[in-house]
């Protein structure tokens, strides 16, 4: 099993922690990677009033389980293949009644267009409840819809769905630029819209 501690900040919480452990299994398809991935982890956050309104200081703790089924072989960017996850979690804020409970899922699938052209499909869902609305579901941000402001609408159901066209500039190369060498270059377009139900902007 790999033993995982993270600390970071996004736009719901100020700074949050977690440690969690993953067990990957099933054959190798590189070196490295193997196609099915359980995750267990958990522990608290201190919520961002910024977000949404909250008592000054408010943790709030949570946990779940994930399993992520993934065939994309990194080269280093990834060509074909698919990668597919749902994650169950849920927590409360103590000395309150307040709890939430969600479960999300997510699809992406990457389709070679020849030479090194690639579409990429991406689908989001889920279901949440409960009264800490930084734990609902939203449609901007980086898991969602990415050029609207996290913060922008949260709910309890949501539906996201992107397509992207993705062009490998440059493989392989070594190229020297101002502050480093670029070796893999991608660009890519899309298009993307979704959804968040029951809940407030």
Not at 118 to 134: F, N, P, Q, T, Y
Not at 143 to 160: M, Q, Y
Request: aromatic content about 4%; proline content about 6%; glycine content about 14%.
């Amino acid at each position: 099993p790999e033993y995982l501690l993270d600390l970071e900040t996004t736009p719901e919480d100020i700074v949050s922690c977690e440690l969690s452990v993953a067990r990957d299994l099933g054959p190798l398809q590189d070196r490295q990677r193997r196609p099915l991935r359980l995750a267990i982890g958990g522990g608290p956050a201190l919520l961002d009033p910024d977000f949404r309104p909250t008592d000054t200081g408010a943790v709030a703790v949570g946990g779940g389980v994930a399993v992520f089924w993934d065939t994309r072989v990194t080269d280093p960017l990834p060509s074909q293949g698919h990668r597919l996850s749902l994650v169950v979690d849920g927590g409360f804020v103590p000395g309150t009644t307040s709890t939430w409970g969600a479960v999300t899922s997510r699809a992406v699938y990457l389709m070679p267009l020849g030479g090194r052209v690639v579409l990429a499909s991406k689908l989001r869902g889920g279901l949440a409840s409960g009264d800490i609305e930084h734990r609902l579901l939203t449609l901007g941000g980086g898991n969602a819809v990415s050029g609207l402001p996290a913060d922008a609408v949260v709910g309890n159901r949501s539906l996201v769905g992107a397509s992207e066209l993705r062009w490998q500039v440059l493989r392989h190369g070594s190229v020297p630029s101002v502050v480093a060498w670029l070796s893999d270059v991608q660009l890519s377009a899309g298009l993307e819209a979704g959804t968040v139900t029951g809940g407030m902007a």
